[in-house]
């Protein structure tokens, strides 16, 4: 799976430049055949606009929200996209500058106010940004696009039309939620966010929405907290971008990155800063593994895990089997922050230079770590993993925790497989084969990768000077096979005639057999969705 292709030309510089939206949807030019049962709509969110005015964004998630369509309809493709009217998009648009703080960029207060108006601005209290750029999923009958505060923004899927702005905090207690939720085959929604627990101390909440109601009333005014997981520090809560969950149990880990509660609320406040700005990491914390029953919802207070510091952004899945729980992570290696690495000035440099950086920052591994169940009859130093087809291991230590050692499925230096996805459907939260990926060399998407998580076989399609996008599974209608179905990237090739496009790839060889192409660069999208038609 390495990748031994080399960017010279720096041409994955233009995904990360602004594009104006488009007017209306237009039509895309095929080569090869798509599948006749492929019909529906691919819905992507990522960054479209980089600057407001002369003001320029820092980091790639502080890019404004822009939604992006591929529709397959009766052998036809169209392209088209719009900016989410969030606050941030509407007022930085009105006022010609940035005006709610970013992941990484600040916003300062109006130049052109008096020196009393601009000194009372900080004191104003923190205003949280609805820059819904990550994601877009369903929540009953309805689509949301998110980031990872307190806000989603409701859309419409077929004019991508923003709806309406939601406050979570309204309806349960999380200060803000990741972008990767889980769903159940009825259509409900578990996600999980940081709360303020007992003591004024900081927790993790689980939350279930239900699905769609026969009423037609909102899911989300009827969603619950199921469970709350403690934090290990009290007032620094854990980064949480994603997080496992199997038919009976719910899997959080909580990483060394840590949130500064304290730096939060009083940098901000008073100084100005920005998200970036208030996390730290601490190689001595290590990274712990919960566990929580679903049903009945309770924290597994008893089981204690803990291993090696790593950052994590992306779970891959998670099962149980025989008394253990298998958990496949995209992991970075040690405790030092992924996001220091993703400013746009440091990705948007000569490839030299992109190399150069990548070499210091925290190195890539697909890990799988194994948890069991049972730990009160065992003795201390004894390896309680008797899976037969992993190397992976956990030792009870004395303190009453036990310590994971994973068995590692790929690693490559400076070769990534992220942004992960599976046959959700058929194995979300059960024993599987294959996963596909994303290929950042040196932190830049070059290749579309397939794993093979029992054998660790890989697969890779890879262009020169292409730049794709996370590979979304699409299963065919009926199919007995795992990876029967195809795979959809938006790619972008700049300098071509048609720079962007759709790519639809044989999930099984990773062969192409058919792309969309159209006359216009797409910038770099981060997660979505498949909307097949009804």
Not at 11 to 31: D, H, M, Q, T, W
Not at 193 to 220: R, T, V, W
Not at 365 to 388: A, C, F, T
Request: aromatic content about 12%; some cysteine; charged content about 25%.
């Amino acid at each position: 799976m390495v990748s031994h292709v080399e960017h010279p030309a720096a041409g994955y510089r233009k995904i990360f430049e602004s594009v104006e939206e488009l007017n209306e949807p237009v039509p895309a030019e095929i080569k090869g055949v798509i599948p006749s049962w492929l019909g529906g709509s691919l819905l992507r969110m990522g960054p479209g606009l980089f600057e407001i005015g002369d003001e320029p964004f820092y980091h790639l998630f502080d890019g404004q929200a822009l939604i992006h369509k591929f529709d397959l309809k009766d052998g036809r493709v169209t392209y088209y996209r719009k900016f989410m009217r969030t606050d941030a998009y509407v007022r930085a648009m009105t006022e010609n500058r940035v005006v709610i703080t970013e992941f990484g960029t600040t916003a300062y207060p109006d130049p052109c106010k008096n020196i009393f108006s601009r000194f009372f601005t900080y004191f104003r209290g923190i205003e949280v940004t609805d820059n819904c750029s990550v994601n877009v999923y369903p929540i009953g009958e309805d689509f949301y696009a998110v980031t990872e505060t307190n806000y989603i923004t409701k859309v419409d899927p077929e004019s991508l039309e923003t709806l309406k702005k939601v406050d979570l905090c309204k309806y349960i207690s999380v200060n803000g939620v990741t972008a990767h939720p889980h769903c159940d085959a009825d259509g409900t929604v578990y996600n999980i966010g940081n709360c303020f627990g007992k003591n004024m101390s900081l927790a993790y909440n689980i939350i279930k929405i239900p699905p769609a109601q026969e009423d037609n009333s909102d899911p989300i005014e009827k969603s619950q907290i199921l469970v709350q997981l403690p934090s290990n520090e009290r007032l620094k809560p854990s980064y949480l971008h994603s997080f496992g969950m199997t038919e009976n149990y719910f899997v959080f880990v909580e990483q060394p990155v840590k949130i500064n509660l304290l730096k939060f609320l009083t940098s901000w406040s008073i100084q100005g800063a920005n998200y970036m700005d208030c996390f730290e990491s601490n190689d001595t914390v290590g990274t712990w593994f919960h566990l929580a029953r679903k049903d009945p919802a309770n924290y597994m207070s008893s089981h204690k895990f803990r291993t090696s510091a790593f950052n994590l952004f992306h779970h891959i899945n998670t099962y149980e089997e025989q008394g253990f729980i298998i958990v496949d992570l995209c992991t970075w290696k040690g405790h030092e922050f992924v996001y220091n690495y993703l400013y746009l000035a440091n990705i948007k440099q000569e490839w030299e230079e992109v190399k150069k950086a990548a070499m210091r920052a925290p190195q890539p591994e697909v890990r799988r770590y194994v948890l069991p169940l049972d730990i009160h009859r065992e003795e201390q130093g004894k390896n309680l993993v008797s899976l037969p087809y992993t190397t992976a291991t956990a030792v009870l230590l004395r303190d009453g925790t036990i310590w994971l050692e994973p068995e590692v499925l790929f690693s490559g230096p400076r070769q990534a497989f992220e942004f992960p996805q599976i046959n959700y459907a058929r194995c979300c939260g059960k024993k599987y084969s294959f996963a596909y990926g994303l290929g950042l060399n040196h932190f830049i998407p070059d290749r579309i990768v397939k794993l093979n998580v029992q054998t660790k076989q890989t697969w890779v399609w890879q262009e020169e000077e292409c730049y794709p996008s996370e590979p979304l599974f699409v299963p065919r209608p009926g199919a007995a096979e795992e990876d029967d179905g195809v795979l959809l990237s938006i790619v972008v090739k700049p300098g071509a005639d048609r720079p962007g496009r759709l790519l639809v790839l044989d999930a099984r060889e990773l062969k192409e057999l058919a792309r969309a192409e159209v006359n216009t660069i797409i910038p770099v999208t981060l997660h979505g969705t498949y909307k097949p038609r009804p």
